[in-house]
């Protein structure tokens, strides 16, 4: 018997590969976008005590209220934009069913999808999922930028949507506001969408400052912001994520999403509410860990012989691996997996065309210190 002919149109995920051949032969997953430190107490003890508390039944399908009212509060503190928590937010089972429901509720087969490459490896599926044909634009290195004319033209009339990651993974680009009011008005002369992962809001350096595109004038009934608490709370098992909307757009996703997963956990929503009231000072911390974090992965890659392009968001670096002798980055990135220990992910996984990424490696430094000077020694093997 066959698969069909949208299951057979792209592959499994080459991350989790890569994170199974570090299981494999017992390597450092710098793959894999996972922290390997705790989650914040109070967010456990909060999930302890409400499963204690038997809340351990359906939530209402589109989410908790009191987490759907945390999460809308949040938005409004972080960035003045109200939220109604009734009718502009959809609780998901984490940021990769938001966007696939997103993705259901507004793509109808033959529309097209505009992607920017590097990608998340999700999105071109999510796209196919669809039915929709992806239409790709590139981010140039070594600032990641796109080229507004390319991006012009990937647009039509046959254009549904447009996905956005920022900050970004796997480049750590985070899209200015010049270059999302470019997004912007082409989203409105095509009556477009954007589906926005903003996943990775708090990890920003040296000044860099994450604006959602939902803020952009305009944009405001024509975006689909996408989020989780995975990666700001360390919490990447927990799978609870939420869209925020237009009520329009909203009623469409919470659809498609009833009869997807039904919901998400419930005791893990009320620890949500917790986490979404941390003081400020967690998200201060939080960056300042990470520009550590960043800084000392890339004194240890640039050590180690690699070319990087140095990230200000997300908790990933790009590199070039071209000077180390290797045919590709496949060759490579198994390589450091089986001999170096040290695992990673090819390059050619985040580009429609492998060829752009055949030299390229992605390492991510969600992890403790201790854990990337030991990667660090590992790859100092590279240069002996």
């Known amino acids: 018997m066959r698969v069909s002919k949208k299951a057979a149109s792209f592959t499994e995920s080459v991350i989790r590969d890569m994170t199974r051949l570090a299981i494999k032969h017992n390597a450092i997953n710098l793959a894999q976008g996972f922290p390997d430190f705790a989650a914040p107490e109070e967010i456990k003890e909060a999930a302890k005590r409400a499963i204690d508390a038997d809340i351990n039944q359906y939530a209402i399908t589109w989410g908790a209220k009191p987490f759907r009212d945390a999460i809308a509060e949040k938005f409004a503190r972080t960035y003045g934009v109200a939220v109604d928590p009734e009718t502009q937010l959809c609780v998901t089972c984490g940021s990769t069913e938001a966007m696939m429901s997103a993705a259901l509720a507004v793509i109808d087969p033959g529309d097209e999808v505009v992607v920017f490459e590097p990608f998340y490896e999700n999105y071109g599926p999510d796209a196919i999922l669809s039915g929709a044909t992806p239409r790709f634009v590139t981010l140039h290195e070594p600032d990641w930028h796109f080229d507004v004319a390319e991006l012009a033209a990937a647009f039509n009339e046959r254009t549904r949507a447009i996905i956005i990651n920022s900050p970004n993974n796997p480049t750590g680009k985070v899209f200015t506001r010049a270059e999302l009011e470019q997004i912007a008005a082409l989203c409105q002369k095509w009556g477009v969408v954007a589906i926005t992962d903003e996943i990775y809001e708090f990890m920003t350096y040296e000044g860099t400052v994450h604006i959602p595109l939902i803020t952009i004038p305009g944009m405001e009934d024509r975006t689909i912001l996408i989020n989780a608490m995975s990666k700001t709370y360390s919490v990447t098992g927990w ?15 919470r659809k498609v999403h009833d009869f997807l997963t039904v919901g998400a956990a419930a005791p893990l929503q009320e620890a949500g509410v917790v986490a979404l009231n941390l003081p400020d000072a967690y998200y201060t911390a939080l960056g300042d860990q990470y520009l550590e974090r960043r800084d000392l992965m890339l004194n ?33 990135a198994r390589s450091l997996t089986e001999t170096i220990g040290v695992a990673s992910v090819p390059g050619s996984s985040f580009y429609k065309e492998p060829e752009l990424g055949r030299t390229k490696l992605r390492f991510s430094f969600c992890k403790k210190l201790d854990t990337l000077r030991a990667a660090g020694e590992r790859l100092s093997r590279l240069q002996k």
């Open 300 to 332: 240890i890659l640039e050590g180690a012989g690699f070319k990087t392009y140095k990230p200000y968001g997300a908790y990933y670096i790009m590199t070039d691996c071209s000077s180390l002798g290797y045919d590709d980055d496949v060759t490579a």
């Open 239 to 253: 799978r609870v994520g939420w869209c925020i909307s237009s009520p329009e757009l909203t009623s469409g996703i």
